[in-house]
């Protein structure tokens, strides 16, 4: 597996790294939990150089961090660079809620240390700025964690370079987190580029689309029963029937190109800069395998043009 850094001054990772969220979480809820095969590729990511593992406390809640935890005990913690998430609460029905307070950043890393079984995160990562707390104070608790010694380093999720400047102007920031893919290239406009500017790593989640541009949905009906896609624009039946000309035509040059349009995606990602390290989610081996080999796919300048001339998607991210 080629290798960057988690930004400029960071440690050593995969250029590819592992979302662990579909293990427990949003995806695929009413299929029975299958812990074994999970823990399994995680042990299968460290063994292929998939070093950089993503979870988040909120994911579950908490089970995904249990899982993890689960997974790099026996020996494997010190082969991965682990990074977990806070400041997103989950409130039963009515969904999701920010919580930048210092005093819940300081409680919960030592809740995610117990559960991921650990006395340090290698990142520590702010899942959402909480717009009634100034960031510099929870960013201010965010660094308390490293001069404690429980994360190496800490980085943003969803940010404007306007956050990331407020940051940075009382910690460094190591990696920053968001949406992009073929799909989803909002950050390309400024986030992106300032992160490269400044040397931080950029993390992109669901650089597959969540599955869609790995070929996985055709219709509405493909996408199971409790899944949290099915909230999504995007995946609305027609939205979702425009879409099907971005997928197909990502599957046409992964078939030119003799590679999967799972390889081609993350390809594509992989170009956008030199610390970025996407973080495609996966529990199953083979999907988990053929990831991992996109590290090995250079897209040519043809391929790369044809990719970068897709049409925008029908229907917002959220
Ligand atoms: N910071 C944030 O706010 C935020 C938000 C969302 C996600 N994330 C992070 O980003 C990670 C990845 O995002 P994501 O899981 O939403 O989306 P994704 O990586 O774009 O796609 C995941 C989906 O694609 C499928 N898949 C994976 N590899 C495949 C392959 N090679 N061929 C065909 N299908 C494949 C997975 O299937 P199976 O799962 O069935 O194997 C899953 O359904 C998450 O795990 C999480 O750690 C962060």
New binding site residues.
């Given amino acids: 597996m080629k290798t960057t850094t988690l930004g400029a001054h960071g440690p050593e990772v995969g250029v590819i790294g592992l979302?662990?969220?579909?293990m427990t979480h949003a995806?695929?809820l009413s299929a029975p939990r299958d812990d074994t095969t999970s823990i399994s590729v995680i042990h299968q990511a460290l063994d292929l150089g998939v070093t950089l593992i993503?979870?988040a406390d909120v994911y579950g809640p908490h089970t995904n961090e249990d899982l993890v935890g689960r997974a790099l005990t026996g020996g494997h913690r010190d082969r991965a660079v682990l990074a977990t998430?806070v400041g997103l609460t989950s409130a039963g029905e009515d969904g999701l809620v920010r919580n930048g307070r210092p005093e819940h950043v300081r409680e919960s890393i030592d809740a995610s240390l117990r559960r991921l079984q650990t006395d340090h995160v290698d990142l520590y990562q702010l899942?959402r700025v909480d717009p009634d707390v100034p960031i510099e104070e929870t960013w201010g608790a965010m660094a308390e964690t490293v001069t404690a010694g429980k994360a190496r380093r800490i980085g943003l999720?969803?940010v404007t370079v306007e956050e990331i400047k407020r940051a940075q102007a009382v910690h460094p920031v190591t990696s920053v987190?968001s949406?992009l893919?073929l799909w989803t290239r909002d950050a390309l406009a400024e986030v992106l580029p300032y992160c490269v500017e400044q040397g931080i790593g950029f993390l992109p989640?669901?650089?597959?689309?969540?599955?869609f541009l790995?070929?996985?949905f055709s219709s509405f009906d493909d996408l199971p029963q409790e899944d949290f896609r099915r909230n999504l624009p995007r995946f609305q039946q027609d939205a979702l029937r425009a879409n099907l000309a971005i997928a197909g035509r990502v599957r046409e040059l992964a078939e030119q190109a003799g590679v999967?349009a799972?390889q081609v995606a993350l390809a594509w990602v992989l170009r956008q800069g030199r610390y970025v390290v996407p973080?495609?989610?996966?529990?199953?081996p083979k999907?988990l395998a053929?990831?991992a080999g996109a590290a090995g796919v250079t897209l040519t300048d043809e391929q790369m043009a044809a990719l970068d001339a897709l049409p925008a998607p029908e229907g917002g991210r959220y």
């Fill in positions: 979302g662990c969220m579909g995806y695929d993503d979870t998430k899942h999720s969803e987190q949406e893919s989640f669901s650089p597959l689309g969540r599955g790995a070929g996985r999967s799972a973080i495609p989610g996966t529990k199953t999907y053929d990831n």
